[in-house]
């Protein structure tokens, strides 16, 4: 009985990319979730055909051309893969958490009407962190007695109950306080990269078989197919095309220009 082979791959693995800015690889970072990352590579050769002889026959083969193509699935819509599937580039802005604790910009709300939702005016508030008082600060008012609170998509709003035992009345102006917790305000300004080019290494996790790493030295990445804004029997997707380049940042006698091939095993 032969020896069960250890060469069956199958299983998933890890995708890595290194953006290439004006001729440096970037940090690298995780790419994202994916479903799948597929390669196909296809060779060019010249031939010649030797017709010396009574019977025509091919007596040369010469390597003229090797290309390859990367498509990559993801189900992972963060703003790193928005702004690479649109060639964009990410503006956003981090705001730290108790960013506005103590500031009279929380601002003041004129009560206008009693039982009337009315939304505070900054994002991301802290809830448990809300006081509301009376303009001149001088009494301060109980949640779910003299108003309540809702949040939806993040904003809040406030709502001021008839009959609580503050006395809140219409045409009150109250004065609500509170901090923030910290977020990122996200902008994406689509399309200012003419191209997407960096380093893709694939770290594959076999169920069975030989853990390899892939690296993809130079890669051009497009956003391919429909992506779809709603869509309600599956995650929303992007696909990825790519072609293989060849490196300019190899430079050593031996080394492939175009990828390698890791891994090790127990003999």
Same mark, same amino acid.
């Given at each position: 009985? *032969?020896?069960?082979?250890?060469?069956?791959?199958?299983?998933?693995?890890? &995708?890595?990319?290194?953006?290439?800015?004006?001729?440096?690889?970037?940090? /690298?970072?995780?790419?994202?979730?994916? /479903?799948?990352?597929?390669?196909? *590579?296809?060779?060019?050769?010249?031939? +010649?055909?030797?017709?010396?002889?009574?019977?025509?026959?091919?007596?040369?083969?010469? =390597?003229?051309?090797?290309?390859?193509?990367?498509?990559?699935? @993801?189900?992972?819509?963060?703003?790193?893969?928005?702004?690479?599937?649109?060639?964009?580039?990410?503006?956003?802005?981090?705001?730290?958490?108790?960013?506005? #604790?103590?500031?009279?910009?929380?601002?003041?709300?004129?009560?206008? =009407? =009693?039982?009337? #939702?009315?939304?505070?005016?900054?994002? +991301?508030?802290?809830?448990? @962190?809300?006081?509301?008082?009376?303009?001149?600060? @001088?009494? !301060?008012?109980? =949640?779910?007695?003299?108003?309540?609170?809702?949040?939806?998509?993040?904003?809040?709003?406030? !709502?001021?109950?008839?009959?609580?035992?503050?006395?809140?009345?219409?045409?009150?102006?109250? +004065?609500?306080?509170?901090?923030?917790?910290?977020?990122?305000?996200?902008?994406?300004?689509?399309?200012?990269?003419?191209?997407? %080019?960096?380093?893709?290494?694939?770290?594959?996790?076999?169920?069975?078989?030989? #853990?390899? !790493?892939? @690296?993809? +030295?130079?890669?051009?990445?497009?956003?391919?197919?429909?992506?779809?804004?709603? *869509?309600?029997? %599956?995650?929303?997707?992007? *696909?990825?095309?790519?072609?293989?380049?060849?490196?300019? &940042?190899?430079?050593?006698?031996?080394?492939?220009?175009?990828?390698?091939? %890791?891994?090790?095993?127990? !003999?």
């Amino acid at each position: 009985m *032969s020896a069960q082979s250890k060469y069956y791959n199958t299983g998933g693995g890890e &995708l890595y990319f290194s953006k290439l800015t004006n001729g440096a690889l970037e940090a /690298e970072v995780a790419f994202g979730q994916t /479903e799948n990352v597929t390669f196909s *590579s296809e060779i060019e050769t010249l031939k +010649h055909d030797n017709t010396e002889g009574a019977v025509t026959v091919e007596d040369l083969s010469i =390597l003229k051309k090797v290309t390859g193509t990367l498509a990559i699935d @993801t189900v992972e819509i963060s703003p790193d893969m928005l702004t690479r599937a649109f060639l964009g580039s990410d503006n956003s802005t981090a705001v730290i958490a108790n960013a506005i #604790a103590g500031t009279a910009s929380l601002g003041f709300v004129t009560a206008t =009407l =009693l039982d009337t #939702a009315y939304v505070i005016g900054v994002k +991301h508030l802290d809830v448990a @962190t809300i006081v509301v008082k009376d303009a001149t600060d @001088t009494t !301060t008012y109980t =949640l779910d007695d003299d108003y309540s609170l809702s949040t939806v998509n993040n904003v809040t709003s406030i !709502t001021f109950i008839t009959g609580g035992s503050g006395g809140i009345v219409a045409t009150d102006v109250i +004065h609500v306080t509170a901090d923030n917790v910290a977020y990122n305000d996200i902008l994406i300004e689509a399309f200012i990269d003419a191209k997407l %080019e960096g380093q893709l290494r694939f770290v594959s996790k076999p169920a069975n078989g030989v #853990a390899y !790493t892939y @690296t993809f +030295h130079k890669v051009s990445l497009l956003a391919s197919g429909d992506f779809a804004l709603k *869509s309600a029997e %599956e995650f929303t997707t992007v *696909s990825f095309e790519g072609d293989m380049l060849s490196s300019e &940042l190899i430079t050593g006698e031996g080394e492939s220009k175009l990828f390698k091939i %890791e891994g090790s095993e127990v !003999t």
